[in-house]
């Protein structure tokens, strides 16, 4: 009963020290996450990928092929598709979706309040889209709403990469 009595207080010990030390390690790789997607934000080097799709009248889809924005300093390219109701059709295209390559744009980023960051691009020129509207959490997933002139708004869920080199 002794030995049991002096056994007792040192697997207490243990078992604490080790749930702590867990902590400790999944806190560091969640601050290395967040740190590493800040980076490629404000660096502007990378890429969108989308996973499901929200119209703004219709239900959310799930998107099976590969769909992207890559953004980089100097230019974007869009490659998403596109559900929704258009108001006037453009003349001379068989295209769907929203795919457009802009030089020529603002990129602005601000932080959360609940953490992540806040992206909004407004491409100049010819193109259909107003604004690209990004959300993206502290994990790498990202909200995107796209503002259209001549389509109805649609959104899309994701996750935000590195670009590849």
């Given at each position: 009963m002794k030995t049991f009595k002096g056994i007792l207080p040192f697997l207490l010990f243990m078992v604490l020290f080790t749930g702590n030390t867990n902590i400790v390690i999944a806190q560091k790789k969640?601050?290395?996450?967040?740190?590493?997607?800040?980076?490629?934000?404000?660096?502007?080097?990378?890429i969108f990928y989308a996973q499901s799709v929200i119209p703004s009248s219709g239900r959310?889809?799930?998107?099976?092929?590969?769909?992207t924005v890559t953004i980089s300093k100097d230019t974007i390219v869009c490659y998403l598709p596109y559900f929704g109701r258009a108001y006037s059709?453009?003349?001379?295209t068989t295209d769907g979706g929203i795919k457009f390559t802009s030089v020529d744009f603002d990129y602005t980023i601000s932080d959360r309040k609940k953490g992540g960051w806040e992206i909004n691009i407004h491409p100049k020129g010819g193109q259909d889209v107003q604004k690209l509207n990004f959300t993206v959490y502290n994990n790498g997933t990202a909200y995107l709403f796209v503002n259209s002139n001549n389509r109805q708004s649609i959104s899309f869920n994701g996750y935000v990469r590195a670009r590849k080199k």
């Open positions: 969640v601050s290395a996450k967040e740190t590493e997607i800040k980076n490629l934000l404000y660096s502007q080097q990378y959310q889809r799930f998107l099976t092929s590969e769909y059709a453009t003349l001379g």
